[in-house]
């Protein structure tokens, strides 16, 4: 199985601030058709998962310009150019190249 | 607008069985691949099992075996029939539209709870 290992997996930010998320997979995430296949998901407190990121970069409707994916190959990233309060919570990165899919631990983000 | 509302979970004794089911509205099961994916209590999320348009499935090594996911067109509906249910398989269970691709959508999850 593609182990995704997040890093760290707390985070507290400050207001205002920029923020990152690592996120390193234990093989390739670059699948036959060229894609690669690696999501980012925000949970708020006692909500529903929420994706942001689809393939590495694409932001998905609504979510602010303020999140943004890079990466390539095993080593990806999440980054929020400036914290609000309403980005508190956990973040997910998920890999749907290989079966089975596979999501890392988490990454809590809190205000100091 | 896109609604998936599952339903079907419950309080369930170890080895029991518990079908669940998600009625999608706004789209169409039977061209989307769908999947469900759970989150224990306290804990991250974890793929279940998914079913392509073309009627390929694939499951998870921890419910291979136990579960089975299926849809009815007829209805709009996705379901997953869980079989021989342990402990560990206490969690919310979400049903997803998409996930690698431009669309995505979640429903509001159910709860199912295996217990003596």
């Known amino acids: 199985d593609v182990v995704m290992t997040q890093s760290p997996l707390s985070l507290p930010v400050t207001l205002g601030q920029p923020a990152s998320i690592s996120c390193r997979s234990s093989q390739s995430l670059v699948y036959s058709d060229g894609n690669t296949y690696l999501n980012w998901f925000q949970q708020r407190p006692g909500q529903v998962p929420r994706r942001l990121i689809y393939k590495v970069s694409n932001r998905d409707s609504g979510v602010p310009d303020r999140f943004s994916g890079s990466g390539s190959g095993t080593d990806f990233t999440l980054k929020i150019s400036r914290v609000e309060a309403e980005d508190v919570g956990v973040y997910y990165c998920m890999q749907g190249t290989q079966w089975p899919w596979t999501f890392g631990q988490g990454t809590k983000v809190e205000i100091k | 607008e896109v609604q998936l509302v599952e339903s079907g979970g419950g309080l369930i004794q170890p080895g029991g069985s518990l079908r669940l089911s998600c009625a999608a509205s706004?789209?169409?099961?039977?061209?989307?691949?769908m999947a469900w994916i759970r989150q224990a209590p306290g804990k991250g999320l974890e793929w279940v099992s998914t079913?392509?348009?073309?009627?390929?499935?694939y499951y998870a090594d921890s419910v291979k075996g136990r579960f089975t996911i299926s849809r009815d067109n007829s209805k709009n509906t996705l379901f997953l029939q869980m079989n021989s249910l342990r402990a560990d398989d206490t969690a919310v269970y979400y049903c997803?539209?998409?996930?690698?691709?431009?669309?995505?959508?979640w429903g509001q999850g159910t709860l199912v709870t295996v217990s003596s």
């Open positions: 706004g789209f169409t099961v039977s061209t989307n691949y």
């Open positions: 997803v539209r998409g996930i690698r691709g431009v669309t995505n959508d």
């Open positions: 079913l392509y348009s073309g009627g390929s499935t």
